[in-house]
């Protein structure tokens, strides 16, 4: 099983409407966990963290459920702008102090049709 | 600098050259990654540096494969003996590091554009 699974798409949804997005993880002692942006022939943007308690940003809502070992994320109101491919991070490893090698998805392919 | 700087942007060389990738980091991130990503594929982490800790370089695919971090900043990869299917973008990425900052956030990656590898 990898490390960290998404399903890769595409999704081709149409504007306006909402979009999530599922990832799992094999590790359950992960801690920390992220989503990122790539768009077309660039290099991944942070997104959003992933917090325990779930945490949004205006249209963007993150999801961690720990029991069933996945992260969510949901895009509302989807934009144009938004067509890209998001990336799940994990970081596999029990640390207080290390960075370690934060593990990445494959990544989910969006495209936000007009 | 601003952000994380890599360069060449692009690189064309032939099959069984040396290449070198440089890395510049945002200044005061302790942490330094490299990580390769193939056409339409995910990020494969290739080595970390942290400090002055033994570099994690679990993620190198093979020998031929070398890098090194100088003064704790600049990091150069280095491939020998290019092969085919080498090619790919090879991406750089910098972080605080936990440590320094008690906070699990600290290790938001920054990335650099890339290095596009073509080998011939």
């Known amino acids: 099983r990898k490390e960290v699974e998404q399903d890769p798409g595409p999704f081709n949804v149409p504007e306006g409407a909402t979009v999530a997005f599922n990832c799992t993880y094999s590790?359950?002692?992960?801690?920390?966990f992220f989503w990122y942006r790539q768009d077309c022939r660039k290099e991944p943007k942070l997104l959003m963290s992933?917090?325990?308690s779930g945490n949004e940003d205006g249209r963007f809502t993150a999801q961690l459920n720990r029991a069933s070992q996945y992260i969510s994320l949901l895009i509302r109101d989807s934009k144009l702008s938004d067509s890209a491919t998001y990336l799940c991070?994990?970081?596999?490893?029990?640390?207080?102090?290390?960075?370690?090698?934060?593990?990445f998805g494959t990544g989910t392919r969006l495209t936000i049709i007009p | 600098g601003a952000g994380v700087s890599q360069s060449p942007s692009n690189k064309v060389t032939e099959k069984g050259k040396d290449v070198e990738l440089r890395c510049d980091p945002i200044?005061?991130?302790?942490?330094l990654y490299w990580y390769r990503q193939s056409l339409g594929q995910g990020l494969e982490f290739l080595i970390y540096?942290?400090?002055?800790?033994?570099?994690?370089k679990s993620g190198l695919p093979s020998d031929r494969f070398s890098a090194e971090r100088t003064g704790g900043s600049v990091s150069t990869l280095t491939i020998q003996r290019t092969q085919q299917e080498d090619s790919a973008v090879y991406l750089c990425?910098?972080?605080?590091?936990?440590?320094?900052?008690?906070?699990?956030?600290?290790?938001?990656?920054?990335f650099g554009a890339g290095s596009r590898l073509t080998v011939l």
């Open positions: 990425a910098s972080s605080l590091w936990v440590g320094d900052t008690g906070y699990s956030g600290a290790n938001v990656l920054t």
């Open positions: 590790n359950s002692a992960s801690q920390s």
């Open positions: 992933v917090y325990s």
């Open positions: 991070v994990v970081n596999p490893l029990i640390s207080n102090f290390g960075n370690e090698k934060l593990t």
């Open positions: 200044s005061g991130h302790t942490a």
């Open positions: 540096f942290q400090g002055n800790s033994a570099p994690d």
